[in-house]
Structure formats: C-alpha cells, structure tokens
C-alpha cells in the first residue's frame, strides 16, 4: 500500500497551477519598482548601520525587552456527526523566543528604536491534537477558521474575481465584504472591481453558535486601466493617425495586417472606403485598452495630365493622355471634346492616348484648346474622374 | 512560439535568446513554467501572495544565472532548485522559525496510522488545491522540513545542514507534520462526507 506522504507527493508534482493573465507583464512591472527602489534602500541600509553601531556603543542594554505569548489554536476531532469544535487552550511558554530590534530612519538623519513585539512561537502536544501557529497575527486551524482563496490577486480593472470559501460546515453564514462598499451571502461569489484601487476583502464565517465567528482579510489589486484615444487626418493619399492618451507607455496601431508601434502613424491608402483601425495602449500597470474605428477615406489616384502637346511625330510630346507609372494597372475611358462640344476623340482601355487628329474623320485637329473628359479604374477598383483643358500645338 | 521542452535543441535556442535578454523569449519561458514552479513556491508559504513574492525573485535569479545553466541536466529541475533555494531564503529569514524539539517517546505516538480504503480513494479524489492549502497551514518549521524531505527528497542529515538544526529535530519535526496533515487530510474528508451540497 501506498503511503500517505507518497500520495500527497504524487499529487502535488502532477500538479500545476493555470497561466494567469497578466502575470509575466506584472513580473516586469514589480521589476521595474524593484530597480527603483534598490537605490534608495541602500543609502537607507548605509544610514541605518552607522547609527546601529552609534546607539550599540552607547546604549546597548536597551535592546533587550519583555515578551508576550500568544494563544494558540488546538484542534481537537470529536466524531464523525459534529464536524469540529473549536478550543482556545491557554498554552505554557516554552523557551523558543525571539527578540528583535528594528531600527526606523527619518529624512532629519535622527533615528528612533522601535521595538517590535516579540514573537514567541509555543509548541504543545496534547494527547492526539498538536499546535500551529502561523506569523501572520491569526493561529490558523483550516476548518473551523474563517479562511479563503481567490482565482486572482490582482490585474486591471474591470477586474472579475471568483472567491471561493475554504471553510466548510453545517449551517455555516458566511458574510463577504469586498472592500469596495459591497458586500454578499453566498460561500463562493463572483465579484467585479469596476475601478482601480487596493481593496481588502473580508470574508466573515459564524458557526452555529451565533456568537462564534471569525474572519479572514486578504487583498486585491485592481490597476487602473487607459483608454484608447486618437485623432487622424487624410492628406495626399497619407492618414495620419495620432495619439491622444496620456501616460502610455506603448502604441499599437494595426490596418488590415499592418501592426506598427509609436505614438502617431504615418500610413498610405491604397483604395477609397473604410479602413478599419485598431489602436491599442498599455500603461505602466501592464494594463491595455483597444479602440477600434471604422475611417472612411477617398483615394486620389496618382495621375498627372499635361497642359499641351505637340502632335507632329517628332517623338516629343506626340501625344496627350493621363500619365501614370504603369499602365497595366489602369483602365481609361477617355474623351476629348472640341471648343463647339463635338467629341473630336475617344477611346477605352490603356494606354489611353490621343494623337491629335479626328477619330471619324481622321484628318488632323486644328490648333487650340480642347476639353478632357476621362474616367479611370485600377486594379483596386478605385474609380476617379478627371477633367480639364488641353492645348494642341501645330 | 510554441516549445517542445523535452527537445535539447528547442531549449538550448530559448535559453540562449533570454541570456542575450530577448523579451519575446522570456516571456515564453516564464508562461511555460509559472504553473509549476507557483505550486513549488505555495508549498512553502503561507498564502498565495507570499508564493507570488518568492515566485518573482526565483525568476529575477533564473534569469540573472541563466547564462551559468550551462545545459547539464534538465531546464525545469534547474529552475526548480532556484525556487527551492529562494524559497529556503525566505523562510530562513522569517522570525517565527522555531522547531520544537521532542523526546523519543513523543516520536513513538506519531507511529503510521493506517488508512481505510474509502479514505485512500478520497485522498486521491481530493483537489489538490486543498491538499496545498493544508500544506501552507502547517507552521514554519513542520512545512520547511516537510517539504524538504518529501518533495526535495533531502535526507534528515541534509535538512539539518540546511535549516542549521539537529538531525533529531530534523526527524521528529518531519514526523510532526506529516501527523499534523494527516490529521487536516481525515478531518476534512469527515466532513465533506456529512454534508451534502
């Protein structure tokens, strides 16, 4: 047969818990503080020691002062229909105690001792019932003591927190106040934090006895969350996007599957309509927030027109017709009309060019001013339309 | 990033990248082993913030030593002995460590108890959540040599070495604990059998 130490073993090495959202970035964050705070501790250490040894060589004896004992918890088991039963032994002193001395600093270079009370830890056994005494104020038996957990201890706010009552028993009250101006009945809540803040949570438990309770306090950091904030302004074919949140300390900005970082983006269209924008922040806290904005746009072609041409197949300015980079990429309908109205010429399809003379006819235009009219397309699908003056010179 | 952590080479790539202090990989390695190593720093703490403190400044070490792992033995065992080591820190430190010393009749009483077969089977069905829970409500000194000898495997004589205390202590403190959670274990067990939920 197993052992009992070899089953709890097996367990807890099998076991592991959940990745917390949020804990590598609250890793960095206490990092962060860590390095800050290292400097100013050790000029504290430095001070501390030099009037350590100063107050010693003076006055040593008064290091050393009375104790007090503690009441410790004892557990007794009765039988199987009564659960536990709760006893407040008084406890003999035994000899393990420690004195401590705490040296507190002020800004003035003065110091003072502090004298903290001395712990004194009593170990008793009675019978089958041992004793436990923890560091933190409360001697803690684990059934019939006030006692919780919590799916999380901190992250941004809105943050949603499962609380989950340890303490089990018959007709059990249990009262939750959550530190925040709520409170609840139920043995295992969910509570939301809407703001930032630190909150402490009690959780009270009474017995069947109305008189016999206790509680337990632990705390929830909520951070503070951004808000998403930017303003964008169109200009040739170009948006720029800016931010307008403060104490950010990263940009996110993402078009379809562009994802760049800054505080402001420079980002050229390529089509007329809607873009979708996703902007996303993170604060100091490791806390983000997302907007997301629908911009709509037009998109100005990249075309250029002459003002004259001169068709007398020299090779020089020939002919007339929108000027693009690549001709593939665009479809033209194109239309020249002269002084009177009358189409001299049209044509459809790329290039998109007029050689000076009439279509029907085929005898060469006079000198002078004629009227384009052309649609183009591209391979987007943006259609633009242009129109204006050009002068035909013989 | 997805890592096989069983594959040297995989290993060897993230390990490397963290050392020339890539973020992305980090982070990668700090997701992949908060799990484990937070169960490691529960055991020997007293709640979960305490776990999360020593938690944070295994993975500064992890990450400051890393360069020294050196790729002899397993990546997780490494990291685990940090843990372990910053978690005996910390309770070295604490000033409620005191281990009672007992006689050797008192050791005599904490013989084995024996189990019934129904409560083996509900020990086993029990969420280790709760058998955690009951471990950190052991006090300072049963929790550290418990934990030691049972999920360290140390020896009495280690132990001793290591917490700078007599080996008998050593055993009967270890003797204490297991007694102690044994009897958190049954009581607790009695009493989700009465109740009905």
Not at chain 1, 146 to 165: D, H, I, M, R, Y
Not at chain 2, 67 to 93: C, P
Not at chain 2, 137 to 150: D, E, G, I, R
Request: glycine share 4%; with cysteine.
């Amino acid at each position: 047969m197993k052992r009992f130490e070899d089953i709890i073993k097996e367990k807890v090495e099998n076991f592991e818990y959940p990745y917390e959202q949020g804990a590598w970035e609250n890793y960095n964050r206490r990092r962060r503080t860590q390095k800050i705070k290292k400097w100013g501790l050790a000029s504290t250490v430095i001070i501390g020691i030099i009037t350590t040894v100063v107050l010693i060589l003076t006055k040593p004896e008064k290091a050393v002062m009375p104790f007090h004992s503690k009441q410790n918890n004892v557990i007794i088991t009765t039988n199987n229909s009564i659960p536990l039963n709760t006893q407040v032994n008084e406890i003999k002193t035994n000899k393990d105690k420690q004195t401590q001395t705490t040296i507190n600093h002020q800004e003035n270079n003065q110091s003072t001792i502090k004298q903290e009370s001395p712990q004194t830890v009593t170990n008793n056994i009675t019978d089958l019932s041992t004793t436990m005494s923890e560091n933190n104020a409360q001697n803690t038996s684990t059934l019939n003591t006030a006692s919780f957990t919590k799916n999380s201890s901190q992250g941004c706010a809105p943050l949603e927190v499962q609380f989950t009552a340890i303490t089990t028993g018959k007709n059990c009250q249990y009262l939750w106040n959550f530190g925040d101006g709520t409170t609840a009945n139920e043995k295992n809540p969910i509570h939301l934090y809407k703001k930032g803040g630190k909150y402490n949570v009690y959780l009270t438990v009474q017995w069947n006895e109305k008189d016999k309770y206790t509680t337990d306090v632990q705390t929830i950091q909520v951070y503070n969350k951004p808000t998403a904030l930017f303003d964008y302004s169109l200009e040739n074919n170009t948006v720029r996007f800016e931010s307008r949140t403060k104490q950010a300390i990263s940009h996110k900005w993402l078009i379809e599957d562009t994802i760049v970082n800054g505080s402001y983006w420079k980002f050229d269209i390529t089509h007329s309509g809607k873009y979708m924008v996703q902007y996303i922040v993170e604060n100091a806290d490791g806390c983000s927030d997302t907007s997301i904005k629908d911009i709509n746009v037009s998109y100005k072609m990249p075309v250029q027109f002459a003002n004259a041409f001169s068709p007398d197949n020299d090779g020089i300015n020939d002919f007339f017709g929108p000027q693009v980079i690549d001709y593939s990429y665009y479809q033209f309908t194109m239309n020249i009309f002269n002084k009177t109205g009358k189409c001299v010429f049209y044509t459809k399809g790329s290039p998109a060019l007029w050689d000076g003379n009439d279509k029907e006819t085929k005898q060469s235009c006079p000198a002078g001013i004629y009227i384009y009219k052309i649609i183009a397309v591209d391979k987007k699908g943006n259609k633009n339309e242009f129109s204006g003056q050009i002068k035909l010179l013989r | 990033m997805k890592v096989n952590w069983q594959d040297t080479e995989q290993v060897r790539k993230v390990v490397d990248a963290c050392i020339k202090g890539d973020h992305l990989n980090q982070e990668v390695l700090y997701k992949a082993f908060f799990g484990k190593m937070l169960v490691v720093c529960m055991r020997y703490t007293y709640n979960k913030e305490e776990a999360e403190d020593i938690l944070q400044e295994g993975f500064v070490k992890v990450f400051q030593k890393l360069k020294d792992f050196g790729h002899k033995g397993s990546l997780e065992g490494w990291i685990r002995r940090i843990m372990v080591n910053t978690a005996i820190d910390f309770i070295r430190k604490r000033k409620d460590l005191s281990f009672p010393s007992s006689t050797e009749n008192e050791m005599d009483l904490m013989a084995d108890s024996t189990f019934e077969d129904d409560e083996l089977e509900q020990i086993l069905e029990m969420k280790t959540e709760m058998i955690i829970h009951f471990i950190q409500h052991l006090s300072p000194a049963y929790k550290a040599v418990f934990n030691l000898f049972v999920f360290e495997n140390m020896t009495h004589a280690e132990i001793a070495e290591q917490l700078n205390i007599n080996i008998g202590t050593s055993k009967s403190n270890y003797a204490k604990a297991k007694s102690k959670l044994k009897e958190m274990v049954l009581s607790y067990i009695k009493t989700y059998k009465n109740e009905t939920f």
